[in-house]
């Protein structure tokens, strides 16, 4: 995971979704962020528009009991990767 990957996630909570910088660990669980499932979708557009790519459902899915800040950050780094590596 990068930390870059993880600042921009962090910001985007932070910032657009008034999320307390104290939840925002690599170990919490997105279902811990206190968002509803309509914003947490919201929150994985945002997320998608920031670093301009889509993360597939079958890569994540938001909804998924468990899936941490660290798992997102690591599916979105991992896509990079390999458009990286496509071009």
């Known amino acids: 995971m990068s930390k870059e990957t993880f600042t921009t996630i962090s910001n985007i909570l932070e910032q657009k979704f008034h999320t307390p910088v104290t939840m925002l660990k690599h170990e919490t669980p997105l279902s811990d962020l206190g968002l509803d499932s309509l914003t947490l979708?919201?929150?994985?557009?945002?997320?998608e528009d920031s670093f301009g790519l889509r993360i597939?459902?079958?890569?994540?899915?938001p909804r998924q009991?468990?899936?941490?800040?660290?798992?997102l950050c690591n599916v979105i780094d991992e896509i990079q990767e390999n458009s990286a590596s496509a071009h």
């Open 56 to 61: 597939p459902e079958e890569k994540l899915d």
């Open 41 to 47: 979708m919201e929150f994985v557009f945002a997320v």
């Open 65 to 71: 009991v468990g899936i941490t800040l660290i798992n």
